[in-house]
């Protein structure tokens, strides 16, 4: 492979991490402090509807995060009134949110914009587009330097910055701050968070819309940065490829982008494989490499690669009275 | 322990409380359909028409009901015994590779009559199969049943697009399919039996497999309620220290309730494999393994009530398509509305109704009978 084939390359693996870093930090809060969240899916495809139908409406793609944003918080409180406040199963609380977004978005996109569930295609206003760092032209032949600043770092929109500077500010929230000590000790411990005056209700509460700004960002990404509008089904599973991201990464920041962009680079990987033999082994089947970020899960969750560690109280509502 | 909500007579739990959610989930889904501008009432009206008014449309919706029965008796196998089985889609797209193999093979040299029961084994034992490994790692790992079921899920996905692009697809087609079986791979209509009746089904898929249905409810129904090892999955599921204590191999239990859960998943393959389009197709469960998660959930996991929660949705399936087709703005995915709406209000959101209606149970019965002192009643 050439140089310009390996920036290629690279370049798509970073493209197609950002939806599944914002994702998988969405899931990591939300778990991290005892609520499961299989509905990752769920809320970033109702985002990504909401952001390019008010980015169309409004022509203003600021405008269309704030709209994702705002119904993948919606999409998290019901999750949040189901598993914090009636105790309710919060598998089934997941599931059903998915099922309602990917209903509700085909329904409602047929019916307002009339074009079988997409949007329309969004203007160069609506979107978030490619931003050039400063200098960029400057070094583009600097050798190594060259490569990776203007042809990686360079010419990335806005939320792919924002989804990487996420990584360490989460890490900071969640190991520096007394709000993310109290958020760990919820997911470990919620007994102990309640002796201490602490309300569990109030911290889950604020985890999971912590879970819906970042799910609404992922699903912003996918309809009005990655692509030029919403089209049905657009998440395509990476919800799901998101929470084997965050088991992955044993819950944990700096692993979850590590993990992410292993599985970004897995999806852009495979996209060039399906015309690409490999030396020794030959045609690999596509499928397969589609298929490896659910099977290197279910082989780390056997414990095969490492210990899976998730929070003790995760998936238990909170009971009070005891 | 204390419990979080009082307790409710059975009939109450099991009966008024899950008509009473699944009503709000009709009511909340009503306003979706006024908000793309169309009469809930109307839309109601137009989708029973589809699936009862006449012949070929009860014939489909049967036709579902049969889907949905099965991948319901699944979940709710699973769920007695304290397992989340959500991979009922990739045990029932793997069980259709079972029923293929038999009717690919023997289609043309046995009849449909013996073909049956082996491709009942075949289906069964290939969603068992898939459904072996997520129990397994859960039992003996730790591993969460959830989570490895999602997965395998995708990966019965990724397996089945190779197979059915690769080596399966016959010489000489583009189709992702393999061939039509033989005449011995197809499983007879039931339009002669409703025609004695007075019916005609027209051409509606509607299959012996849903006798299959039926039987597996009544397994389902003997298996965990009058055996040993229904016993103890209930135990399990209903505390799984108390089932260590008194010496229940837990390991042995939980792979056991997977393997009969996605066996049950699996054999729902018959339905549309081998009873309507004799060929296994690219995504021919389409969906019917999630739909059982909202047909168990509503059901209360008992045949009896999974009975009439799959026929609904069978309805719905059915009526859906109609409606789909009578008003242009409603597409079928409205079905999935209603069915995560069912599954969030009659599972996720049960105890939001649940001491509103305890209060007005309270408020109707305290007139008729004399007040019981709170200690005596417990």
Same mark, same amino acid.
């Given at each position: 492979?050439?140089?310009?084939?390996?920036?290629?390359?690279?370049?798509?693996?970073?493209?197609?991490?950002?939806?599944?870093?914002?994702?998988?930090?969405?899931?990591?809060?939300?778990?991290?402090?005892?609520?499961?969240?299989?509905?990752?899916?769920?809320?970033?495809?109702?985002?990504?509807?909401?952001?390019?139908?008010?980015?169309?409406?409004?022509?203003?793609?600021?405008?269309?995060?704030?709209?994702?944003?705002?119904?993948?918080?919606?999409?998290?409180?019901?999750?949040?009134?189901?598993?914090?406040?009636?105790?309710?199963?919060?598998?089934?609380?997941?599931?059903?949110?998915?099922?309602?977004?990917?209903?509700?978005?085909?329904?409602?996109?047929?019916?307002?914009?009339?074009?079988?569930?997409?949007?329309?295609?969004?203007?160069?206003?609506?979107?978030?587009?490619?931003?050039?760092?400063?200098?960029?032209?400057?070094?583009?032949?600097?050798?190594?330097?060259?490569?990776?600043?203007?042809?990686?770092?360079?010419?990335?929109?806005?939320?792919?910055?924002?989804?990487?500077?996420?990584?360490?500010?989460?890490?900071?929230?969640?190991?520096?701050?007394?709000?993310?000590?109290?958020?760990?000790?919820?997911?470990?411990?919620?007994?102990?968070?309640?002796?201490?005056?602490?309300?569990?209700?109030?911290?889950?509460?604020?985890?999971?819309?912590?879970?819906?700004?970042?799910?609404?960002?992922?699903?912003?990404?996918?309809?009005?940065?990655?692509?030029?509008?919403?089209?049905?089904?657009?998440?395509?599973?990476?919800?799901?490829?998101?929470?084997?991201?965050?088991?992955?990464?044993?819950?944990?920041?700096?692993?979850?982008?590590?993990?992410?962009?292993?599985?970004?680079?897995?999806?852009?990987?495979?996209?060039?494989?399906?015309?690409?033999?490999?030396?020794?082994?030959?045609?690999?089947?596509?499928?397969?490499?589609?298929?490896?970020?659910?099977?290197?899960?279910?082989?780390?969750?056997?414990?095969?690669?490492?210990?899976?560690?998730?929070?003790?109280?995760?998936?238990?509502?909170?009971?009070?009275?005891? | 322990?204390?419990?979080?909500?009082?307790?409710?007579?059975?009939?109450?739990?099991?009966?008024?409380?899950?008509?009473?959610?699944?009503?709000?989930?009709?009511?909340?889904?009503?306003?979706?359909?006024?908000?793309?501008?169309?009469?809930?009432?109307?839309?109601?009206?137009? @989708? +029973?028409?589809?699936?009862?008014?006449?012949?070929?449309?009860?014939?489909?919706?049967?036709?579902?009901?049969?889907?949905?029965?099965?991948?319901?008796?699944?979940?709710?196998?699973?769920?007695?015994?304290?397992?989340?089985?959500?991979?009922?889609?990739?045990?029932?797209?793997?069980?259709?590779?079972?029923?293929?193999?038999?009717?690919?093979?023997?289609?043309?040299?046995?009849?449909?009559?013996?073909?049956?029961?082996?491709?009942?084994?075949?289906?069964?034992?290939?969603?068992?199969?898939?459904?072996?490994?997520?129990?397994?790692?859960?039992?003996?790992?730790?591993?969460?049943?959830?989570?490895?079921?999602?997965?395998?899920?995708?990966?019965?996905?990724?397996? @089945?697009?190779? +197979?059915?692009?690769?080596?399966?697809?016959?010489?000489?087609?583009?189709?992702?399919?393999?061939?039509?079986?033989?005449?011995?791979?197809?499983?007879?209509?039931?339009?002669?039996?409703?025609?004695?009746?007075? @019916?005609?089904?027209?051409?509606?898929?509607?299959?012996?497999?849903?006798?299959?249905?039926?039987?597996?409810?009544?397994?389902?129904?003997?298996?965990?309620?009058?055996?040993?090892?229904?016993?103890?999955?209930?135990?399990?599921?209903?505390?799984?220290?108390?089932?260590?204590?008194?010496? @229940?191999?837990?390991?042995?239990?939980?792979?056991?309730?997977?393997?009969?859960?996605?066996?049950?998943?699996?054999?729902?393959?018959?339905?549309?494999?081998?009873?309507?389009?004799?060929?296994?197709?690219?995504?021919?469960?389409?969906?019917?393994?999630?739909?059982?998660?909202?047909?168990?959930?509503?059901?209360?996991?008992?045949?009896?009530?999974?009975?009439?929660?799959?026929?609904?949705?069978?309805?719905?399936?059915?009526?859906?398509?109609?409606?789909?087709?009578?008003?242009?703005?409603?597409?079928?995915?409205?079905?999935?509305?209603?069915?995560?709406?069912?599954?969030?209000?009659?599972?996720?959101?049960?105890?939001?109704?649940?001491?509103?209606?305890?209060?007005?149970?309270?408020?109707?019965?305290?007139?008729?009978?004399?007040?019981?002192?709170?200690?005596?009643?417990?």
């Amino acid at each position: 492979m050439d140089m310009l084939g390996l920036l290629n390359l690279l370049d798509s693996t970073i493209r197609l991490s950002t939806p599944l870093l914002f994702a998988a930090l969405a899931g990591l809060y939300s778990e991290r402090s005892g609520v499961f969240d299989i509905g990752l899916e769920g809320k970033m495809l109702a985002a990504a509807f909401a952001s390019a139908a008010v980015a169309a409406l409004a022509d203003s793609a600021f405008a269309g995060l704030a709209a994702g944003v705002g119904v993948a918080i919606l999409f998290s409180l019901v999750h949040g009134l189901a598993s914090i406040t009636y105790r309710g199963n919060q598998i089934v609380s997941g599931v059903a949110l998915n099922f309602i977004a990917s209903g509700l978005t085909i329904i409602l996109g047929a019916a307002w914009f009339g074009q079988g569930g997409n949007t329309p295609t969004l203007s160069a206003n609506g979107r978030f587009l490619d931003i050039a760092l400063p200098g960029a032209d400057a070094v583009r032949d600097v050798p190594v330097l060259g490569f990776v600043y203007s042809g990686l770092l360079s010419g990335q929109n806005l939320l792919v910055y924002l989804a990487f500077l996420a990584v360490p500010f989460t890490w900071w929230v969640l190991y520096r701050t007394r709000f993310g000590l109290r958020l760990r000790a919820v997911g470990e411990n919620p007994g102990a968070v309640d002796t201490a005056g602490i309300s569990v209700t109030w911290l889950r509460y604020r985890a999971v819309i912590i879970c819906g700004v970042l799910t609404g960002m992922a699903g912003t990404y996918l309809s009005i940065a990655q692509s030029a509008g919403f089209a049905r089904e657009m998440t395509a599973g990476r919800g799901y490829i998101a929470l084997a991201a965050l088991i992955f990464a044993n819950w944990k920041p700096v692993p979850v982008m590590l993990a992410c962009l292993l599985f970004g680079f897995l999806d852009a990987a495979s996209i060039r494989l399906q015309t690409t033999a490999l030396p020794l082994i030959g045609q690999i089947p596509p499928q397969f490499v589609q298929a490896l970020p659910y099977i290197l899960t279910v082989i780390l969750l056997a414990g095969f690669v490492g210990k899976s560690s998730p929070p003790k109280a995760g998936g238990v509502p909170y009971v009070k009275e005891r | 322990m204390s419990r979080p909500y009082t307790k409710l007579p059975a009939w109450i739990d099991h009966g008024v409380l899950p008509l009473v959610n699944v009503v709000v989930a009709f009511l909340v889904a009503g306003l979706v359909v006024l908000a793309v501008g169309e009469s809930p009432v109307e839309a109601a009206r137009l @989708m +029973l028409r589809g699936a009862f008014g006449y012949g070929e449309g009860f014939g489909f919706t049967l036709y579902y009901t049969t889907n949905f029965i099965l991948t319901g008796l699944a979940v709710a196998v699973a769920f007695h015994g304290g397992l989340f089985n959500i991979g009922g889609e990739g045990q029932a797209y793997v069980g259709g590779l079972g029923v293929a193999l038999v009717a690919l093979n023997f289609g043309s040299i046995l009849p449909w009559w013996v073909n049956l029961p082996l491709a009942v084994v075949a289906a069964g034992a290939f969603g068992a199969a898939w459904a072996f490994l997520p129990g397994y790692l859960q039992a003996k790992r730790g591993s969460h049943v959830v989570i490895t079921t999602i997965m395998f899920n995708f990966i019965a996905s990724a397996l @089945m697009v190779y +197979l059915l692009v690769g080596p399966l697809r016959p010489l000489g087609t583009m189709q992702p399919e393999t061939r039509q079986f033989d005449p011995g791979g197809q499983l007879p209509k039931l339009g002669g039996l409703f025609e004695s009746l007075g @019916m005609s089904l027209g051409g509606a898929p509607l299959n012996v497999t849903f006798f299959v249905a039926l039987l597996a409810a009544l397994f389902v129904w003997v298996l965990i309620w009058r055996t040993r090892l229904g016993y103890e999955i209930r135990t399990l599921g209903f505390s799984p220290a108390a089932a260590r204590y008194a010496g @229940m191999k837990e390991t042995r239990l939980v792979v056991t309730i997977m393997l009969i859960s996605g066996a049950l998943a699996g054999i729902m393959a018959l339905n549309s494999v081998m009873g309507d389009q004799y060929r296994l197709q690219l995504n021919f469960p389409a969906g019917a393994g999630f739909v059982g998660i909202a047909v168990a959930l509503m059901g209360r996991g008992h045949p009896l009530g999974i009975l009439p929660a799959a026929l609904l949705f069978g309805v719905l399936y059915q009526g859906g398509a109609e409606l789909a087709f009578d008003m242009p703005t409603i597409s079928r995915d409205m079905i999935v509305i209603i069915q995560g709406l069912v599954i969030l209000f009659a599972g996720a959101l049960e105890n939001m109704l649940r001491p509103g209606v305890g209060r007005l149970y309270g408020f109707v019965r305290l007139p008729l009978t004399k007040p019981v002192p709170a200690e005596e009643a417990r």
